[in-house]
């Protein structure tokens, strides 16, 4: 069944210029689909967890912000149409792109008018899916803003780049995606529990909370000598703030 579903999955278009992680919730039935969808998005750099249910699924958005839902249509327990008129209803923005094997105009336009940002017809090319998702992230990064600055720092979501008194700084996948939350959030105090899901799937089971601590630890040293420190609130978390001179 796999051969059927997806074409030519060879190759990678979006690793020479990806850096920050994102992390996508695939909600897929058919199990063996699933693993090879989310083992091509681990290679291209996705942080992926999976859902095979819908009630799953809706368990994971009420604990977890995601970046993209993949959403298939038909799950074993429900319409995942049903899962997306949800987060819209409770006014979840997260870009939200449809898997189905139906090829019925009707079924893609009443998904786009429920709510859905894009649609992919099974059988479709794993690229054209990584494709796909990259061009809703510009527009969901777009939306956000070109740059966030704090004091003499500088990120920009759109080029994945860190500026420091102008001079770029190099960061690894998961310093960028740290760090972007931190900026999103300038003053208010972040859990390590908040920070460490940014950055890990629920499968990464074997990753323990000090990795938040190691990450926070390697920015400190990239941005020393900065105005903007990331500071530690014993037993609540971390924010980030800028000097005042």
Known sequence: MIAHLFIGCRGSYASRWRRIVMRVLLVEDASDVAATIAAHLTREGFACDVAE???????CLSVQSFDLVILDIQLADGDGRDVLRNMRQREDATPVLMLSANYSVETRIGSLYDGAD???VKPFDLR?????IWALSRRGRDQKGSELVLG???LNPSAQTVRLRGELVAM???ELTLLNVLLRN??????????FDCLFTFNESDVGLNAVELYVARIR???GGSDVKILTHRNLGYSIEASRS
Do not use: F, N, V
């Open 53 to 59: 249910r819908a009630r799953e699924a809706e368990t």
């Open 118 to 120: 894009d649609y992919l």
């Open 128 to 132: 054209e899916l990584t494709a796909r």
């Open 152 to 154: 003499d720092l500088a």
């Open 172 to 174: 690894t996948r998961r």
């Open 186 to 195: 300038p003053g208010r105090i972040l859990t390590k529990e908040r920070l």
């Open 221 to 223: 040293k990239k941005l």
